[in-house]
């Protein structure tokens, strides 16, 4: 007669919260929003002593809060005990702190607020990723039932409102209603811009073109250029012209006038007939494609890599697979740089929230229905890691406001989004998102090469942000642990984007920190002994680059005679919708 197993109380509580996330998972929370919240609920629960400490922290600020509270009514000063975090701005306004009753709605709700994120980050008994789901999801929740959102509750909207005699409501009315008929909370007006006319107008034109991609060559600024090209792999989850905005911001126009001879990835925009796209056509149809038009175009032996964001994930694979498929000496990349750029994703910033397994499968059958990622489902997934920087400010600005969005380039490019085919982006989430593949020898095989990325011995040249929350700087600082050759590693100041859309100005925006990388060297090291300078970080990279790209020849113009202009700059796959 068999025993009975007994199970511990931990193991029940383990048992039951798997049972509730299978059944939430599976019925009405595919993306898993609820489940971690409910993992926390119970997992406070099954923690009494840690509850009770925190209630007890709890009462003594309500306590301070009450008090403060008391004083505001009857007319005494009090400085407010708990205040808004530094990146937010909602309640700038001076009236929410000169009103007492305006203070008041505005220290409760943040008071509430503070600590139901800070108990849920120190929830016991879950893991640090579980704990960050639960905050993340939480805190949408929270920054959209904010008191500034809403009409009645916004002193700024109802002063506007008054001194406006209403025509604030009514212009944030027809800014809704304009919202409505695009299917999104519009940051800037798209007519203020047309891609070619006054954005992406560097002279140039489209030399190579496949199904996959359209290679554009720029015309020179210059009678001399560089013998050795530089080759732009920009991510395909947004058009290239990030790097070719207005003329003042352009890193293109700025790469032409210090000599260098430039060609740049546009990628085509899928539909459904593309869906068995694979990443092996990316690479070998993409980049590989990219680099050997640039290669006949110039007649060079080598050419010089650059690749942004997931186009520098692609450029990583590129390069173990070049150095896997070519001899050491015939490889046809001289050096690479990369901007922003993962290649292991062990902790991937905050879109970490959107990669398990369940979130994935659900991703997964909604691509596979239709063929293809909308890349307006990846933008309002973006826009949602800052929802109250990238949703609400302009609920609130345009809708309870009326003012319209100012022009904004950046913002506009941001609107302009592409697809991803199901093929590839299924691969694309569960090799490198879900199982962190990249990092590991020998783990992928693409396009016929098992990818190691410590055989990449060129040299290496790679830029983060220090407000990146696509690609976390301490994240993107592990490629110099994998791979081989000379490094140089910039942190850049800013995000994402204006980390890396970063020209140089009189005075200074910006600043960067900058330091040779060692392989089994930690981030904290290395930031400890970087050196800081004020201004961009191009300049240095022209310092690191251009020596390596070749003796000076006179200028190529923008097409051939072997490789005839397809279309002018910016080509026609940008165009796209």
Known sequence: MSRSTKTTPPQTLRRTIRQIHDTVEGS???????????????????????????????????????????????????????????????????????????????EWYLAFTHHLQ?????????????RRRAAFWWRKWLNMVAPTNFLWTNPVALRKAMESNGESLVKGFQNFLGDLRAGNVRMTSPEDFTVGENLATTPGAVVFRNRLLE???????????????????????????????????????YLLDQGLDVFITSWKNPDASMREVGFDDYLEDGVHAAVEAAR?????????????????????????WANRRYKADEVPVGDWTLFTTLVDFHKPGDIEVFVDEASIRYITRNMARQGYLDGKEMAASFRLLRSNSLIWHYVVNGWLYGEAPPPFDVLYWNMDTTRMPFRMHAWYLQELYLHNRLVQADALKVAGEPLDLGR???????????????????????????????????????????????????????????????????????????????????????????????????????????????????GTYVLER
């Open 28 to 106: 009405v929370d595919p993306l898993g929003m609820a489940a971690p919240i409910v993992h926390a609920q119970l997992a406070w629960l099954s923690h009494p002593q840690e509850l009770a400490e925190h209630l007890a922290r709890l009462s003594s600020d309500l306590w301070r809060l009450q008090t403060h509270t008391w004083k505001r009514a009857l007319g005494m000063p009090s400085e407010d005990p708990i205040r808004p975090n530094a990146d937010d701005a909602r309640f700038a306004d001076p009236v929410w702190t000169e009103s007492p009753s305006w203070d008041l709605t505005k």
């Open 118 to 130: 800070d108990m849920l980050y120190e929830t016991p008994g879950l893991s640090g990723k579980e």
């Open 215 to 253: 290679v554009i060559h720029y015309a020179p600024t210059l009678p001399k250029v560089h013998a050795e090209p530089v080759v732009i792999v920009t991510p395909w989850i947004n058009k290239f012209y990030i790097l070719d905005l207005v003329p003042r911001k352009s890193m293109i126009r």
């Open 296 to 320: 006949r175009f110039t007649g060079a032996r080598q050419v010089h890599a650059v690749g942004y964001c997931i186009g520098g994930t692609a450029l990583s694979m590129y390069m173990a």
């Open 456 to 570: 990449i011995v060129q040299p290496l040249y790679a830029v983060s942000a220090e407000d990146d929350h696509i690609a976390p700087w301490l994240q993107t600082y592990k490629v110099n642990h994998h791979v081989g050759g000379a490094k140089r590693f910039v942190l850049s100041s800013s995000g994402h984007i204006l980390g890396i859309v970063n020209p140089p100005v009189t005075p200074p925006k910006r600043k960067y920190w900058v330091a040779d990388a060692h392989r089994t060297e930690p981030a904290e090291a290395w930031q400890a002994r970087a050196e800081e300078h004020a201004g961009s970080w191009w300049e240095d990279w022209m310092a690191w680059l251009k020596p390596r790209c070749g003796e000076l020849v006179d200028a190529r113009p923008a097409a051939s005679k072997d490789m005839p202009a397809l279309a002018a700059a910016p």
